[in-house]
């Protein structure tokens, strides 16, 4: 069964400093693996999507890895901002469905 | 494009009583996922539907069902509410292959007293 673990549970910064999200999962054969925004009471927002044949992803600020052989993928954010606060949710893809971890509550103080 | 739409995005309902949540996918996508929200357990998975067949199924009870239609909308029905239900429940879609990315929808906060 794949385990999904993210570390922090919980992260404060002050606005624009460059941030790291960990996500570690069990199992390596996956299809790929996203990186969700969610905001309080509201659906995942899909972030970056990385197929499992992918080292990368960049979006904007946004720039995910994934090392499918050691099972972890960061998610760098750049230049935070106030605007970033939110839970972020790593999710794997092994097989029909999305195994989440607990997420990241992210808050940036300006 | 319009994105996943779900209805309704609020409800409150008691204990026995049965409801009906609603998502309609992203124009051409073919599969449809539910998932379970909650504080103490996280996101679980429910069930997935392509091409109006349920192709796969998390760990819920019976209680929990659902159906795609020939639109590729999907509804999800719960019998027999339990205070343990209360919950966001999201859907998801794609175009249907396994690595495809999924997309969520809103969320139905479901509160059942």
């Known amino acids: 069964k794949q385990e999904v ?13 460059n941030l790291v999200l960990n996500c570690s999962f069990t199992d390596s054969a996956i299809y790929n693996l996203q990186w969700f ?14 197929q499992s044949s992918q080292r990368e992803q960049t979006s904007g600020r946004l720039n995910a890895s994934l090392d499918k052989s050691s099972g972890r993928s960061t998610l760098y954010i750049a230049a935070s901002q106030p605007g970033d606060s939110a839970t972020y949710l790593c999710a794997v893809k092994s097989g029909y469905a999305l195994n989440f971890g607990k997420g990241t509550s992210l808050l940036v103080t300006p | 494009k319009a994105g996943v739409t779900q209805t309704p995005r609020y409800l409150i309902k008691t204990r026995g009583q049965q409801v009906t949540l609603s998502c309609s996918p992203i124009s051409g996508h073919r599969s449809v996922s539910w998932y379970q929200q909650t504080p103490g357990q996280g996101l679980q998975f429910l069930f997935e539907y392509f091409s109006e067949t349920q192709r796969n199924k998390g760990n819920f009870p019976g209680r929990f069902s659902g159906r795609q239609f020939s639109n590729s909308r999907s509804e999800m029905n719960v019998s027999t509410l339990e205070l343990g239900d209360s919950a966001l429940y999201l859907c998801a879609s794609n175009l249907g292959r396994y690595d495809d990315e999924q997309f969520f929808g809103p969320g139905t906060r479901l509160t059942v007293l």
């Open chain 1, 37 to 50: 925004r969610q905001d309080p009471g509201k659906g995942l927002t899909s972030l970056l999507l990385i």
């Open chain 1, 5 to 17: 673990t993210q570390i922090p549970a919980a992260l404060s910064v002050p606005e624009g400093e």
